[in-house]
T-cell receptor
Framework: GQQLNQSPQSMFIQEGEDVSMNCTSS?????WLWYKQDPGEGPVLLIA?????ELTSNGRLTAQFGITRKDSFLNISASIPSDVGIYFC??????????FGTGTRLQVFP | GAVVSQHPSWVICKSGTSVKIECRSL??????MFWYRQFPKQSLMLMAT?????????EQGVEKDKFLINHASLTLSTLTVTSAHPEDSSFYIC?????????FGPGTRLTVL
């Protein structure tokens, strides 16, 4: 099935550092969503973006919907140990199915 | 709080048996629910879209006769893996469509021996 390209594939950072990850697609989407998945659990919605160029924050998280509607990035500021997990982007057309990114695995060291 | 629940959270079965996984919407009447499969260290792949009161729509490559989906009410969708084999071992996750977003259940770990 189709997947979005997400980079980096994995990150190993020290607590307190900022993190940036992005997601690109060859297709246009109307909605970009960012999820976090902990081991053995379902993804949890972090941020939803609905408009090209939109910049949205949720606490220490900031995400932007690219102007071309083909990309999005997620930033995490001042990382903490509980940020550890896998981050997935997902693109959606209308209320149709989601297409997921390949995921970015984040590891935070104290 | 959780808006989607799944049962069971894990199941181990013998090869050849059938397994039913339930997905419940806790606070919302969902006309559409989605079923995903996730293999270890991989992303989520959509298997099918479950529509209340009608037949599910399956993604290419997903056998509809093997993965039976029933969405009989606005709060319950079930996925039955028929004649399960070891290669069906995976993490099965459902989600509830709500507007332009989806909320996911906690997942069901299926292990087929």
């Amino acid at each position: 099935g189709q997947q979005l390209n997400q980079s980096p594939q994995s990150m190993f950072i020290q607590e307190g550092e900022d993190v940036s990850m992005n997601c690109t697609s060859s297709s246009i989407f109307n909605t970009w969503l960012w999820y976090k998945q902990d081991p053995g659990e379902g993804p949890v919605l972090l941020i939803a973006l609905y408009k090209a160029g939109e910049l949205t924050s949720n606490g220490r998280l900031t995400a932007q919907f690219g102007i071309t509607r083909k990309d999005s990035f997620l930033n995490i500021s001042a990382s903490i140990p509980s940020d550890v997990g896998i981050y997935f982007c997902a693109g959606q057309l209308g209320t149709d199915k989601l297409i997921f990114g390949t995921g970015t695995r984040l590891q935070v060291f104290p | 709080g959780a808006v989607v629940s799944q049962h069971p959270s894990w199941v181990i079965c013998k090869s050849g048996t059938s397994v039913k996984i339930e997905c419940r919407s806790l606070d919302f009447q969902a006309t559409t629910m989605f079923w995903y499969r996730q293999f270890p260290k991989q992303s989520l792949m959509l298997m099918a879209t479950s529509n209340e009161g009608s037949k599910a729509t399956y993604e290419q490559g997903v056998e509809k006769d093997k993965f039976l989906i029933n969405h009989a009410s606005l709060t319950l969708s079930t996925l039955t893996v028929t004649s399960a084999h070891p290669e069906d071992s995976s993490f099965y996750i459902c989600s509830q469509g709500r507007g332009d977003t989806q909320y996911f259940g906690p997942g069901t770990r299926l292990t087929v021996l």
